[in-house]
Protein backbone atom coordinates (compact mmCIF):
# COMPACT_ATOMS: atom_id res chain seq x y z
CA UNK A 1 0.00 0.00 0.00
CA UNK A 2 1.35 3.31 -0.80
CA UNK A 3 1.61 6.28 1.52
CA UNK A 4 -1.20 8.06 -0.26
CA UNK A 5 -3.47 5.19 -0.29
CA UNK A 6 -2.81 4.94 3.43
CA UNK A 7 -3.70 8.09 3.57
CA UNK A 8 -7.04 7.57 2.27
CA UNK A 9 -8.06 4.89 3.64
CA UNK A 10 -7.21 6.58 7.43
CA UNK A 11 -9.40 9.53 6.45
CA UNK A 12 -12.07 7.24 4.54
CA UNK A 13 -12.40 5.13 8.23
CA UNK A 14 -14.48 6.85 10.59
CA UNK A 15 -13.59 6.50 14.23
CA UNK A 16 -15.11 9.94 15.79
CA UNK A 17 -16.52 8.67 19.09
CA UNK A 18 -20.67 9.33 18.87
CA UNK A 19 -22.80 10.34 21.96
CA UNK A 20 -23.99 6.46 22.84
CA UNK A 21 -20.50 5.27 22.31
CA UNK A 22 -18.94 7.67 24.99
CA UNK A 23 -21.61 6.97 27.38
CA UNK A 24 -20.74 3.52 27.20
CA UNK A 25 -17.30 3.75 27.01
CA UNK A 26 -17.46 5.59 30.10
CA UNK A 27 -19.17 2.57 31.97
CA UNK A 28 -16.81 0.31 30.26
CA UNK A 29 -13.72 2.47 31.50
CA UNK A 30 -14.59 2.41 34.95
CA UNK A 31 -16.01 -0.70 35.77
CA UNK A 32 -12.82 -2.64 35.83
CA UNK A 33 -12.20 -0.87 39.25
CA UNK A 34 -15.39 -0.11 39.99
CA UNK A 35 -16.23 -1.56 43.56
CA UNK A 36 -19.85 -3.02 43.79
CA UNK A 37 -21.23 -0.74 46.27
CA UNK A 38 -20.41 2.20 43.74
CA UNK A 39 -22.41 0.13 40.60
CA UNK A 40 -25.75 1.56 41.19
CA UNK A 41 -24.68 5.13 41.19
CA UNK A 42 -22.82 4.89 38.11
CA UNK A 43 -25.67 2.96 36.38
CA UNK A 44 -27.86 6.18 37.77
CA UNK A 45 -25.82 8.65 36.12
CA UNK A 46 -25.61 7.05 32.75
CA UNK A 47 -29.04 6.95 32.91
CA UNK A 48 -29.52 10.47 33.65
CA UNK A 49 -27.32 11.25 30.77
CA UNK A 50 -30.24 10.71 28.26
CA UNK A 51 -32.74 11.78 30.42
CA UNK A 52 -33.86 8.56 32.16
CA UNK A 53 -34.26 8.87 36.25
CA UNK A 54 -36.47 6.79 39.01
CA UNK A 55 -34.17 3.61 38.05
CA UNK A 56 -34.18 0.33 39.24
CA UNK A 57 -32.57 -2.65 39.37
CA UNK A 58 -34.23 -6.04 39.89
CA UNK A 59 -32.91 -9.51 40.88
CA UNK A 60 -34.21 -12.81 40.15
CA UNK A 61 -34.87 -14.34 43.33
CA UNK A 62 -33.66 -17.83 44.25
CA UNK A 63 -36.92 -18.98 44.49
CA UNK A 64 -37.89 -17.42 41.11
CA UNK A 65 -40.83 -16.18 42.20
CA UNK A 66 -39.95 -11.94 42.54
CA UNK A 67 -37.76 -9.84 41.21
CA UNK A 68 -36.37 -7.91 43.97
CA UNK A 69 -34.93 -4.66 44.11
CA UNK A 70 -30.85 -3.44 44.28
CA UNK A 71 -30.36 -0.67 47.04
CA UNK A 72 -28.27 1.72 46.22
CA UNK A 73 -27.66 5.55 46.09
CA UNK A 74 -29.85 6.79 43.45
CA UNK A 75 -32.11 3.79 42.74
CA UNK A 76 -35.14 3.45 43.41
CA UNK A 77 -35.79 0.88 46.19
CA UNK A 78 -39.35 -0.35 46.02
CA UNK A 79 -41.40 -3.25 46.88
CA UNK A 80 -40.20 -6.41 45.02
CA UNK A 81 -42.26 -6.92 41.54
CA UNK A 82 -43.86 -10.60 41.26
CA UNK A 83 -42.30 -12.52 38.16
CA UNK A 84 -45.92 -13.90 37.26
CA UNK A 85 -48.10 -10.50 37.33
CA UNK A 86 -45.82 -7.51 36.77
CA UNK A 87 -44.42 -5.88 33.45
CA UNK A 88 -40.80 -6.46 35.02
CA UNK A 89 -41.87 -10.13 34.94
CA UNK A 90 -43.16 -10.11 31.49
CA UNK A 91 -39.57 -8.58 30.21
CA UNK A 92 -37.86 -11.10 32.37
CA UNK A 93 -39.47 -13.82 31.42
CA UNK A 94 -40.10 -13.23 27.33
CA UNK A 95 -36.04 -11.55 27.30
CA UNK A 96 -37.87 -8.10 25.16
CA UNK A 97 -38.19 -4.63 26.68
CA UNK A 98 -41.26 -3.65 27.79
CA UNK A 99 -42.46 -0.10 27.62
CA UNK A 100 -45.54 0.90 29.77
CA UNK A 101 -47.31 4.58 29.34
CA UNK A 102 -47.30 6.43 32.17
CA UNK A 103 -49.03 10.31 33.19
CA UNK A 104 -45.30 11.84 33.64
CA UNK A 105 -43.75 9.69 30.23
CA UNK A 106 -42.74 6.51 29.48
CA UNK A 107 -42.06 3.53 32.02
CA UNK A 108 -39.12 0.65 30.26
CA UNK A 109 -38.35 -2.42 31.38
CA UNK A 110 -35.01 -3.69 29.91
CA UNK A 111 -34.18 -7.33 30.79
CA UNK A 112 -30.39 -7.94 31.94
CA UNK A 113 -28.36 -10.73 30.09
CA UNK A 114 -25.52 -11.88 30.84
CA UNK A 115 -24.20 -13.68 27.55
CA UNK A 116 -28.43 -15.58 27.46
CA UNK A 117 -28.39 -16.01 31.26
CA UNK A 118 -31.36 -14.16 32.31
CA UNK A 119 -30.11 -11.78 35.77
CA UNK A 120 -32.86 -9.67 35.92
CA UNK A 121 -34.34 -6.24 35.17
CA UNK A 122 -33.61 -2.57 34.85
CA UNK A 123 -36.26 -0.24 35.18
CA UNK A 124 -36.15 3.40 33.97
CA UNK A 125 -38.71 6.07 32.87
CA UNK A 126 -38.33 8.50 29.99
CA UNK A 127 -40.26 11.78 28.94
CA UNK A 128 -40.77 9.66 25.41
CA UNK A 129 -38.80 7.22 23.82
CA UNK A 130 -37.21 6.85 20.17
CA UNK A 131 -35.51 3.99 18.22
CA UNK A 132 -31.81 5.55 18.92
CA UNK A 133 -33.26 5.74 22.72
CA UNK A 134 -34.08 1.97 22.71
CA UNK A 135 -31.06 1.04 20.76
CA UNK A 136 -28.75 2.89 23.09
CA UNK A 137 -30.79 1.40 26.54
CA UNK A 138 -30.29 -2.30 24.92
CA UNK A 139 -26.55 -2.28 24.73
CA UNK A 140 -26.48 -0.43 28.32
CA UNK A 141 -28.56 -3.02 29.74
CA UNK A 142 -25.74 -5.20 28.62
CA UNK A 143 -23.42 -4.01 29.69
CA UNK A 144 -25.32 -3.69 33.10
CA UNK A 145 -26.01 -7.42 33.54
CA UNK A 146 -22.16 -8.06 32.33
CA UNK A 147 -20.95 -5.55 35.57
CA UNK A 148 -23.33 -7.25 37.84
CA UNK A 149 -22.31 -10.55 36.87
CA UNK A 150 -18.54 -9.99 37.50
CA UNK A 151 -19.20 -7.92 40.88
CA UNK A 152 -20.93 -10.63 42.36
CA UNK A 153 -18.55 -12.57 42.37
CA UNK A 154 -16.61 -10.75 44.89
CA UNK A 155 -19.83 -9.07 46.85
CA UNK A 156 -22.21 -10.48 49.43
CA UNK A 157 -24.72 -7.68 48.04
CA UNK A 158 -26.67 -9.26 45.28
CA UNK A 159 -27.06 -12.20 46.53
CA UNK A 160 -28.48 -11.42 50.15
CA UNK A 161 -31.15 -9.12 47.76
CA UNK A 162 -31.99 -12.68 45.90
CA UNK A 163 -32.46 -14.25 49.30
CA UNK A 164 -35.61 -14.26 50.49
CA UNK A 165 -36.16 -16.53 53.17
CA UNK A 166 -33.65 -18.15 55.30
CA UNK A 167 -30.89 -20.63 53.00
CA UNK A 168 -28.90 -23.63 54.64
CA UNK A 169 -25.30 -24.40 54.27
CA UNK A 170 -26.15 -27.25 51.79
CA UNK A 171 -28.25 -24.98 49.60
CA UNK A 172 -25.61 -22.37 49.52
CA UNK A 173 -23.19 -24.59 48.72
CA UNK A 174 -25.15 -26.01 46.00
CA UNK A 175 -26.11 -22.79 44.62
CA UNK A 176 -22.28 -21.78 44.47
CA UNK A 177 -21.38 -24.91 42.36
CA UNK A 178 -24.00 -24.36 39.88
CA UNK A 179 -24.13 -22.98 36.41
CA UNK A 180 -25.91 -20.30 34.78
CA UNK A 181 -29.59 -21.20 34.85
CA UNK A 182 -29.98 -20.75 31.72
CA UNK A 183 -28.07 -21.13 28.23
CA UNK A 184 -29.53 -20.01 25.48
CA UNK A 185 -27.85 -19.55 21.65
CA UNK A 186 -28.99 -20.53 18.30
CA UNK A 187 -28.75 -24.45 18.03
CA UNK A 188 -29.43 -24.72 21.66
CA UNK A 189 -30.96 -24.07 25.22
CA UNK A 190 -31.19 -25.15 28.08
CA UNK A 191 -32.52 -24.08 31.65
CA UNK A 192 -32.42 -25.52 35.22
CA UNK A 193 -34.71 -25.19 38.58
CA UNK A 194 -33.90 -26.12 41.93
CA UNK A 195 -36.36 -26.80 44.87
CA UNK A 196 -36.18 -26.30 47.08
CA UNK A 197 -34.54 -23.34 46.30
CA UNK A 198 -33.70 -22.59 49.90
CA UNK A 199 -33.08 -25.93 51.56
CA UNK A 200 -31.72 -28.11 48.39
CA UNK A 201 -28.94 -30.53 49.07
CA UNK A 202 -28.27 -33.78 47.20
CA UNK A 203 -29.37 -32.58 43.53
CA UNK A 204 -27.40 -30.63 41.12
CA UNK A 205 -26.51 -30.16 37.38
CA UNK A 206 -24.16 -28.88 35.32
CA UNK A 207 -23.32 -28.03 31.67
CA UNK A 208 -20.99 -26.65 28.98
CA UNK A 209 -20.57 -26.19 25.09
CA UNK A 210 -17.28 -27.12 23.63
CA UNK A 211 -17.85 -26.34 20.01
CA UNK A 212 -20.26 -28.19 18.76
CA UNK A 213 -21.04 -30.57 21.56
CA UNK A 214 -23.11 -29.90 24.90
CA UNK A 215 -22.20 -31.72 28.11
CA UNK A 216 -25.10 -32.24 30.69
CA UNK A 217 -25.21 -34.09 33.66
CA UNK A 218 -27.93 -34.05 36.49
CA UNK A 219 -27.51 -35.32 39.54
CA UNK A 220 -28.79 -36.70 43.21
CA UNK A 221 -26.62 -37.44 45.94
CA UNK A 222 -28.51 -39.64 48.76
CA UNK A 223 -29.41 -38.29 51.63
CA UNK A 224 -30.11 -34.94 52.93
CA UNK A 225 -27.89 -32.08 54.73
CA UNK A 226 -24.62 -31.71 54.16
CA UNK A 227 -23.44 -34.85 53.44
CA UNK A 228 -25.60 -34.53 50.43
CA UNK A 229 -24.09 -31.94 49.61
CA UNK A 230 -20.56 -32.53 49.77
CA UNK A 231 -21.49 -35.65 47.72
CA UNK A 232 -23.20 -33.82 45.14
CA UNK A 233 -20.15 -31.23 45.12
CA UNK A 234 -17.58 -34.25 44.92
CA UNK A 235 -19.75 -35.69 41.92
CA UNK A 236 -20.01 -31.98 39.75
CA UNK A 237 -16.02 -31.92 40.41
CA UNK A 238 -15.06 -35.25 39.13
CA UNK A 239 -17.73 -34.57 36.03
CA UNK A 240 -16.56 -31.03 34.99
CA UNK A 241 -12.25 -32.92 35.52
CA UNK A 242 -13.60 -36.24 33.61
CA UNK A 243 -15.17 -34.15 30.89
CA UNK A 244 -12.46 -32.06 30.23
CA UNK A 245 -10.44 -34.52 29.70
CA UNK A 246 -12.58 -35.34 26.28
CA UNK A 247 -13.49 -38.98 27.43
CA UNK A 248 -16.64 -40.58 26.14
CA UNK A 249 -19.74 -41.06 28.90
CA UNK A 250 -18.77 -44.57 29.98
CA UNK A 251 -15.06 -43.48 30.99
CA UNK A 252 -16.91 -40.48 32.72
CA UNK A 253 -19.13 -42.44 34.36
CA UNK A 254 -16.33 -44.93 35.80
CA UNK A 255 -14.30 -41.29 36.27
CA UNK A 256 -16.96 -40.83 38.85
CA UNK A 257 -17.51 -43.92 40.45
CA UNK A 258 -14.14 -44.26 41.50
CA UNK A 259 -13.71 -40.52 43.06
CA UNK A 260 -17.45 -41.22 45.09
CA UNK A 261 -16.65 -44.72 45.84
CA UNK A 262 -12.72 -43.57 47.29
CA UNK A 263 -14.12 -40.49 49.12
CA UNK A 264 -17.12 -42.07 50.61
CA UNK A 265 -16.94 -45.84 50.68
CA UNK A 266 -19.16 -48.55 49.96
CA UNK A 267 -22.73 -47.36 51.65
CA UNK A 268 -23.21 -43.96 49.52
CA UNK A 269 -24.00 -43.14 45.88
CA UNK A 270 -25.48 -40.65 43.86
CA UNK A 271 -28.06 -41.50 40.93
CA UNK A 272 -26.99 -39.56 37.55
CA UNK A 273 -28.08 -39.13 33.70
CA UNK A 274 -24.71 -38.07 31.90
CA UNK A 275 -25.46 -36.67 28.17
CA UNK A 276 -23.62 -34.99 24.93
CA UNK A 277 -25.72 -33.64 22.09
CA UNK A 278 -23.95 -32.84 18.73
CA UNK A 279 -26.00 -29.09 18.55
CA UNK A 280 -25.13 -29.33 14.86
CA UNK A 281 -26.78 -32.68 14.14
CA UNK A 282 -29.37 -33.71 16.55
CA UNK A 283 -27.52 -36.86 17.71
CA UNK A 284 -28.08 -37.40 21.88
CA UNK A 285 -25.63 -39.69 23.73
CA UNK A 286 -26.57 -40.48 27.22
CA UNK A 287 -25.91 -42.37 30.13
CA UNK A 288 -28.04 -43.64 33.09
CA UNK A 289 -27.00 -44.06 36.34
CA UNK A 290 -29.80 -45.42 38.50
CA UNK A 291 -31.49 -42.07 37.41
CA UNK A 292 -35.49 -41.60 36.21
CA UNK A 293 -35.55 -41.89 32.63
CA UNK A 294 -36.16 -38.00 31.21
CA UNK A 295 -38.88 -37.34 28.65
CA UNK A 296 -38.68 -36.16 24.81
CA UNK A 297 -41.01 -33.70 24.20
CA UNK A 298 -42.23 -33.14 20.37
CA UNK A 299 -44.46 -30.36 19.04
CA UNK A 300 -45.83 -29.33 22.68
CA UNK A 301 -46.03 -33.00 23.74
CA UNK A 302 -44.66 -35.73 25.62
CA UNK A 303 -43.92 -38.69 22.89
CA UNK A 304 -42.12 -40.69 25.55
CA UNK A 305 -39.60 -41.74 28.00
CA UNK A 306 -36.58 -42.50 27.00
CA UNK A 307 -35.65 -45.73 28.98
CA UNK A 308 -32.18 -47.09 28.43
CA UNK A 309 -30.26 -49.52 29.86
CA UNK A 310 -28.72 -48.36 33.31
CA UNK A 311 -26.12 -48.96 35.22
CA UNK A 312 -25.67 -48.74 39.07
CA UNK A 313 -25.16 -45.60 40.39
CA UNK A 314 -22.28 -43.81 40.79
CA UNK A 315 -19.63 -45.02 43.75
CA UNK A 316 -21.27 -48.21 43.46
CA UNK A 317 -18.85 -49.50 41.22
CA UNK A 318 -21.37 -50.78 38.38
CA UNK A 319 -20.15 -52.38 35.37
CA UNK A 320 -19.44 -49.94 31.65
CA UNK A 321 -22.60 -48.85 30.88
CA UNK A 322 -24.43 -49.14 27.47
CA UNK A 323 -24.23 -45.46 25.95
CA UNK A 324 -27.38 -45.33 24.70
CA UNK A 325 -28.33 -42.99 21.49
CA UNK A 326 -31.01 -40.85 19.42
CA UNK A 327 -31.38 -38.41 16.61
CA UNK A 328 -33.73 -35.35 17.61
CA UNK A 329 -36.09 -33.72 15.72
CA UNK A 330 -35.74 -29.86 14.96
CA UNK A 331 -37.29 -28.23 18.32
CA UNK A 332 -37.38 -31.08 20.29
CA UNK A 333 -37.40 -31.24 23.92
CA UNK A 334 -35.46 -33.06 26.60
CA UNK A 335 -36.37 -33.28 30.23
CA UNK A 336 -34.45 -34.57 33.00
CA UNK A 337 -35.54 -34.87 36.51
CA UNK A 338 -34.43 -36.54 39.81
CA UNK A 339 -36.92 -38.35 41.77
CA UNK A 340 -38.19 -36.06 43.97
CA UNK A 341 -40.14 -34.62 41.18
CA UNK A 342 -42.41 -37.86 40.75
CA UNK A 343 -41.95 -39.33 44.55
CA UNK A 344 -43.07 -36.25 46.39
CA UNK A 345 -46.07 -37.71 48.77
CA UNK A 346 -48.35 -37.01 51.85
CA UNK A 347 -48.02 -39.59 54.52
CA UNK A 348 -50.01 -42.50 54.01
CA UNK A 349 -51.09 -40.59 50.35
CA UNK A 350 -49.56 -41.80 46.80
CA UNK A 351 -46.94 -40.39 45.26
CA UNK A 352 -47.28 -37.48 42.68
CA UNK A 353 -45.91 -40.26 40.12
CA UNK A 354 -45.16 -40.09 36.16
CA UNK A 355 -48.42 -40.15 35.11
CA UNK A 356 -49.03 -36.33 36.90
CA UNK A 357 -45.85 -35.43 35.93
CA UNK A 358 -46.26 -36.31 31.89
CA UNK A 359 -50.04 -34.06 31.89
CA UNK A 360 -47.91 -31.10 33.84
CA UNK A 361 -45.53 -30.99 30.90
CA UNK A 362 -48.09 -31.58 28.44
CA UNK A 363 -50.30 -28.98 29.91
CA UNK A 364 -47.60 -26.70 30.73
CA UNK A 365 -46.01 -26.63 26.86
CA UNK A 366 -48.97 -25.19 25.28
CA UNK A 367 -48.17 -22.12 26.77
CA UNK A 368 -45.61 -21.86 23.57
CA UNK A 369 -42.97 -19.69 26.41
CA UNK A 370 -39.63 -20.06 26.08
CA UNK A 371 -37.25 -22.43 27.45
CA UNK A 372 -36.37 -20.81 30.94
CA UNK A 373 -40.47 -19.81 31.33
CA UNK A 374 -41.57 -23.37 31.16
CA UNK A 375 -39.13 -24.90 33.35
CA UNK A 376 -40.18 -22.74 36.31
CA UNK A 377 -43.78 -22.61 35.22
CA UNK A 378 -43.55 -26.85 35.64
CA UNK A 379 -41.18 -25.97 38.60
CA UNK A 380 -43.63 -23.73 40.43
CA UNK A 381 -46.97 -25.42 38.91
CA UNK A 382 -45.81 -29.05 40.33
CA UNK A 383 -45.02 -27.63 43.28
CA UNK A 384 -48.65 -26.14 43.77
CA UNK A 385 -50.05 -29.41 42.66
CA UNK A 386 -48.03 -31.58 45.59
CA UNK A 387 -49.72 -28.81 48.34
CA UNK A 388 -46.91 -26.22 47.98
CA UNK A 389 -44.32 -28.24 49.89
CA UNK A 390 -41.16 -30.42 48.95
CA UNK A 391 -39.84 -32.57 51.14
CA UNK A 392 -37.32 -34.14 49.16
CA UNK A 393 -34.68 -32.37 46.62
CA UNK A 394 -37.21 -32.00 42.94
CA UNK A 395 -34.73 -30.51 40.00
CA UNK A 396 -35.88 -30.22 36.67
CA UNK A 397 -33.44 -29.88 33.45
CA UNK A 398 -34.68 -28.97 30.31
CA UNK A 399 -32.88 -28.62 26.80
CA UNK A 400 -34.28 -27.63 23.31
CA UNK A 401 -32.36 -28.21 20.34
CA UNK A 402 -32.73 -26.49 17.19
CA UNK A 403 -30.09 -27.17 15.12
CA UNK A 404 -28.33 -24.74 12.31
CA UNK A 405 -25.64 -22.56 12.36
CA UNK A 406 -24.49 -19.56 15.00
CA UNK A 407 -21.76 -18.46 12.36
CA UNK A 408 -23.01 -15.41 11.31
CA UNK A 409 -22.72 -14.06 14.62
CA UNK A 410 -19.09 -14.30 14.04
CA UNK A 411 -19.37 -11.52 11.09
CA UNK A 412 -19.58 -7.80 11.31
CA UNK A 413 -22.30 -7.43 8.24
Not at 82 to 109: H, Y
Request: aromatic content about 6%; charged content about 25%; overall charge negative.
Amino acid sequence: MTDAERQFDKVSLDRSEGFGERLLGLLLDREQQMPPQLVAPLIAEEVARIGGREVSILLQDYGQEVLAPLPGRRLVVGEAEPIDTSDAGVAFLRATPVEVPQADGIRMFLPLLDGSDQVGVMALTLDAVDDDDRRLLHRLASLVADMLVTKNSYTDQFFLVRRREPMSVAAEMQWSLLPPLMMDVPQVAVAGILEPAYDVAGDSFDYALNDDILHVAVVDAMGHGLDAATMATVTIGAYRHARRGDIDLGKIYAFMDRAIAKQFGPEHFVTAEMMRLDIATGHLQWVNAGHPAPLLIRNGEVIQQLHSPTTLPVGLGGEAPEISELMLQRGDRVLCFTDGVIEEHEVGEDQFGLEQLVDCVNRTEQVDAGIRAVVRALSHTLKQERGGRTSDDATLFLIEWRGGAADHLARLD
